[in-house]
């Protein structure tokens, strides 16, 4: 599904990524964790396009295509989607009325006809009752005003109506209290499917008791520096980042 | 036919409405004299009182100069470069319905997307269509004249309802008012008139499409539209113009007068020319617009939509003079390239517990310059008047200015007066979220520039907030990237 090789990438100017590869197949789920400031998000972003970010080296294939040669939209309506670590505010705009303007854009890319007020509605009602969310939601402007907690839920939301190929989920579980935690745990259960594949950023161990991951990662530095199973999420709950720079610095030496 | 070839690449290109028809026209000489005034007087057959108002406006235009206080630019206007009347030549003998009116004509309001004949009908709106200056054709009269509503061209009602237009004609803007209501005054060729009798509520949306077509000819329209005691009237104007490469001076008058506990609401939709993307040609759009609320519970709102002209000047006002007179002021104007636009409204409170609503919402992209000046004055006799104004400015990328100017006047401790303002830019941030939705930026652009117009949208007439919609979508375009 995502092979990232290489994979370097530079905002103003200055190294954030400093050679990433991660593979991802269809069916799994990948979890990456690691400090702040690590370039996580730096890499949500460059996998959704964003232009801020310039990749100087390294490539990223997408079910058999370079995905770094596709705009943001193209990239989403192939099955790309990004949840944000901070929703934008779009104020004025409805939330529904994105939501509808995506789904059509995304249904035209693929020929099939653009859907009407109706059935886009019936569509949406079943969703939003899977997420928990009261529909007077849907017709406020996009993000405004909302919770923190509203917020993240909102963008799974869009995911769950969107049902992307590759969803990449950063810090979709920070500011959620328990419930919450558990609703949005249960939409992302929801998408996991054979032909899906699922990348979540997170810093607790948490959210990985409820989404189980396939493979865990640790970014530090802008490198993956370590990788296991699920119960490495454990161990960095328990021990914290400090040994797995230390570790990860050690073997960068060793090799050299 | 080098002019049909003419036709064909005007209209390849980017401004839509941008091609103008090949009709015989019937001028006076340009420039501007007491000579001219007399024969435009002639020409029309109109009575004295009228031919001497207009000489009493031109006198005292001639002790006037052109006002400089707005944000605008504009290279000198030669007033007596203009050619003050132009009307089409198959007027002479009058067309008595719509298969009269020059093919030439009828097919070019077609391309305006104004097919007169079914879409007047369907949509069940009367047209007074103005073609440079003259008004052409008029529908539905007779059914408006069964409920004894007047709606015909200016010229018809100088010759036919000569008191009404005696007793109303500058009562609201005087001929002393402003340089180029002045201007008008004197010179006015032609425009709508129409009188809604006591207690009549008139049953279709009116409405106006105004094109200004022949070379060199300044358009002078003047409307006045009166609504008697009890009555109701909504009222459309929609313009577009051909394409063309020298600026053209536009001055408009429309004069509204409300009677006791009646309602007007005048709508506009402007797109007129507003030059290439350099700024070359367009429209100088220069309109007094005044309501006047004469008598006690009487509304008058006015809602626009300026998405056209190199340059607009132009501030609809309301004076509340009866007790609990609301004035309502909604207005969307776009800039995008070169164009500026310096609008908004006066609210004057005379009456007691008059209130008013301003709403605007300016959008600038380009090098667009968008100023709003709003004047909200409250007489000592306005006890317990209220205002509320809101100006909400919009900002594309960062060549393009927004200007806020609230003027504020109060002279009764009583009144209640709010004034609320914001600048928003539509961010990448926001854009990036849409695209990373599956959304093509232009798509997103529209979206949320419409998002911001809602409210304003929310107050015109359905076709027309359609229309306004897509306006903005087109207008916009090429605006970001
Ligand atoms: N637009 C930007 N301009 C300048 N620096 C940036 C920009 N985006 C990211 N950075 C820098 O890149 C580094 C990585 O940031 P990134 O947001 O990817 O970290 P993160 O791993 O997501 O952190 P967190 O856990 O706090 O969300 C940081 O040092 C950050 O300051
Ligand atoms: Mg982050």
Redesign the pocket.
Known sequence: MLEISKLHVS??D?P?LRGIDLAIGAGEVHAIM????????????VLAGHD??TVTSGEVRYRGRDLLALSPEERAREGIFLAF?YPVEIPGVANIYLLKAAVNAQRKHRGEPELDAVDFLALVKDKLQLMGMSQDLLYRSVNEGFSGGEKKRNEILQMVVLEPKLAIL??TDSGLDIDALKVVAGGINAMRSPERAILL?T?YQRLLDYVVPDRVHV?AQGRIALSGGRELAQELEMRGYGWVEAEAANRRKGGA | MSSTLKLDELISQDYKHGFYTEVETDSVPRGLSEDVIRQISAKKGEPDFMLEWRLAAYRHWLTMSEPHWATVHHPPIDYQDISYYAAPKSRKDGPQSLDDVDPELRRTYEKLGVPLEERALLAGVAVDAVFDSVSVATTFKEKLAGLGIVFCSFSEAVREYPELVRQYLGSVVPYTDNFFASLNSAVFSDGSFCYIPPGVRCPMELSTYFRINARNTGQFERTLIIADKGAYVSYLEGCTAPMRDENQLHAAVVELIALEDAQIKYATVQNWYPGDKEGRGGIYNFVTKRGDCRGDNSKISWTQVETGSAITWKYPSVILQGDNAVGEFYSVALTNHYQQADTGTKMVHLGKNTRSTILSKGISAGHGQNAYRGLVKVAKSAVGARNYSQCDSLLLGDRCGAHTFPYIEVKNPTARVEHEASTSRIGEDQLFYCQSRGIAPEDAVSMIVNGFCKEVFKELPMEFAVEAQKLLGVSLEGSIG
């Open positions: 905002v103003d200055k954030i690691g400090p702040n400031g690590s370039g996580k998000s730096t890499l949500a972003h801020h970010y670590q950063d810090e950023v810093h970014l």
